[in-house]
């Protein structure tokens, strides 16, 4: 029977995998309701039995919108802890919101409002948050109503034109701030458009009726890294070539779901030029780690169910390709094995079973000192073969451990409020952006029981301080 120091490991790290893979929307195998409610209920089955740890987790990689649900349920319970740790929960909160996204953080302060959380403590986070807004003129456009929402809601006091251009827009017959008074003339002046930011010009423009392939032209400089990447579909349709992906510059995951956007004889023919990009990426991914991992092969999951859902298509996949070009910038010596595909990376798409099992001992012919399983988890050609190769190979092949094995699984299972494993001998993280690899293989020793509770905390407690010291540093520059 297991300790209770055992099952609250497991159920510290089980939350860690679900933060960092699960984005509440609908995947391959299950609908977006049943993500929600899933991801809701590990929240408040986690924040009310390890506190401590579920705040700390602001520290580790996990996604923009968990770590957004756990500062509204810090702040929503605050009364359940004492003051020395609200105070360390104030300074985590306040650092996890200044690594956010502003919409998110925007998005957060709205929902404290709908639940009516509005003590001192706080109005002083949505004050000091605001506050240090490099730009507050260009929030007052981009995020025009959740900024106006924020400051009701806190009570805040915008200076200047800021103040003027969400509560009383119409009066002045000009502004001294050059964005807002492009966004004044731009409700009557087409060129002033092409002054703001994309989100804020896109309404704009339709209100105008300006055709769609001249806009993105002309918004073009200013569209963000994102952007530009959401906008290639678009673009193409519209034969807005302005409006290009920077290769150079983009994450190496965001740019593996640009490349398997493309049709496979599109991707043929740009090859080069693709996979220097990727692996580009991943060396700027890898940073010092590269060529310190030794000799690793890794299983690499493109079945028909790696296609993931409308909503994030082909992410498994996705995350699979850019771990792919990781793991070759990480590793001495790299081989990397696909469950179906042969042959070029760059033209892999999703087909056929799961078949897990062969594909692993297939891997563990070479040896390696690591060995990287990156997959959903769905082992079903046949059912249950991976974990009776990875159960024999622990027990009888390798009892003492000189292969490292890790599963990376980028799909949540709401049924099992985890991401699902392969076998209880065997690390299971989730993973969202391939970037993490590195930083999550540090978890991959507790769900195995290989570290206890104790060591977990210490873990914690090392990220916690590591985090908040990267953000006083940061805020300092």
Known sequence: MPTAQQVACEDVVMFVNAA?????????????GAQRMSLGFLHEYVLGNYRELYAATLALDINHLNAAMIVTNLLRHASAAGDTQRA???????????????????????????LGVNNRRCRAIVRDWVAGRPDPAFDAVKYRRSLSVAARHAHLSLPGEVGTALFDWRRPKRYDTPILESWRRAHYEQKALYELPYTVAEGLAARHGIDRARFLNGIAPRLTDLERIRLQ????????????????TAPLTRLA???LSLPRPQRAARRDELTAALRSAAARAARRRAGTWGRVVAVLDDSYSSAGSAVKRRRPLAVALAAHYLLEALSAEY???????????????????????????DALEHRPDRLVIVSDGWDNAPVGQAAEVLRVWNTRLDPAG???????????????????????????????????????????RFPTGRAGFDALRTHLADRVERFLAEDTQAGTQ
């Open 335 to 361: 081989t990397g094995m696909w469950l179906t595909h042969r042959g070029d990376p760059l033209l892999v798409h999703p087909v056929g079973t799961t078949g897990l099992g062969a594909r692993i001992v």
């Open 88 to 114: 360390k929960e104030g300074k985590l909160i306040a650092a996890a919101l200044r690594g956010m996204p502003p919409q998110r953080v925007y998005g957060v302060f709205g929902e404290l409002r709908r």
């Open 402 to 444: 000189r292969t490292s094995i890790v599963h990376l699984n980028p799909v949540y299972d709401s049924d099992s409020f985890a991401v699902r494993r392969l076998g209880p001998q065997v690390a299971t993280v989730g993973v969202r952006d391939a970037e993490d690899v590195a930083a999550l293989v540090e978890l991959a």
């Open 233 to 248: 579909s678009s673009a193409a349709r519209h034969q807005a070539g302005a409006v290009a992906i920077d290769l150079a």
């Open 20 to 32: 960092i893979a699960s984005t509440a929307q609908r995947e391959f195998r299950d609908e977006a």
């Open 257 to 259: 779901v640009y490349v």
